[in-house]
C-alpha cells in the first residue's frame, strides 16, 4: 500500500507535477501492457493539468482516455467535462476519436449511465458482475470531499458492485453520471488533483479521520495500492 503527497507552490506547479507523474505511469504501464486506460476528471485543476499533458510526448495511440464523471449536458455545453478535455488536452494532443470514451451526457442520465457501462464492458471485455479495473484513475475533490459525483451522505457510496450510475445532486439543480465507488477501488494506480484554501478542511478529514467514505468520498480508493497527491501550499496548509 502506497499514498504519497506532492505539495507545489501554487496550482499550476501541482498541475504541472501531477502531469508529469501520469506521464510517468503511463510509460511504465506500457512497458507491460499494448494499452493503457486513463480516466480523467474535470474542473479548474485539470483545465491546468490538459495542456501540460497536451505539450508531453504521450504516446496517445496506444492511450484509451474515459471520464470519471460527467454532467448531464450537450458535449458542446461549457459544463461538460468532455468539452474541457477537448478544448485544452483532445485536439491539442490530437488523440485518435478512436480512443476517446466520453460519456454522453445529452442522453436521459439513467441511459447514458447504461450506455457508459456498456462502453466499458466492451472495451475490458467484462461479463456480468465483473468489475473494470482503469489502468490510471485521475481525480479530483471538492470543498465538501466529493470525488467523481460521490457527494457525502449518498447511497451510491455502498455500491461496490457496479460500474456507473446516473446521479441528481441537488446543490447544483443537475443530473450526472459518475463511475461507482468499486471502480475507483479497483483502479491501478490513483491520482488526486486538488488546489485552493476551499480544500483545507476536506483535506483535514480525508487524511486526518477515521475511514468514512460517507463523509469524505475522496477517502474511496485511500487504501490503493498506488495513490498520489498533488495539491498547491493554499490546499495542503492544515496538513501534518
Known sequence: MSTQRF?????????????????ALVKASLAELDRVSLAVSGGS??????PKMAAMAFPWDRIHLFFVDERCVPPGNSA???????????QAAKIPASNVHRMQGELDP????AAYAAEMR???????GEMAEFDIVHRGMGPD??????????PLIEDHTGLTAAVFAPQFNQWRVTLLP??????????FLAAGEDKVEALRGVFGKAYDPQKYPSQIGRENADVAWFLDEKAAVGLK
Open 182 to 191: 468499486g471502480v475507483l477501488e479497483a483502479a491501478r494506480h490513483t491520482v
Open 45 to 50: 485543476t485539470p483545465k491546468l493539468m490538459f
Open 80 to 90: 461538460s467535462n468532455y468539452k474541457l478535455a477537448n478544448d485544452y488536452l483532445i
Open 145 to 154: 470531499a466529493h470525488t467523481a459525483s460521490l457527494f457525502p451522505g449518498s
Open 110 to 113: 439513467h441511459a447514458a449511465a
Open 7 to 23: 505539495i507545489s507552490a501554487d496550482p499550476a506547479g501541482a498541475a504541472e507535477v501531477c502531469a508529469q507523474h501520469i506521464f
Open 122 to 128: 466492451k472495451f475490458f471485455g467484462l461479463v456480468e
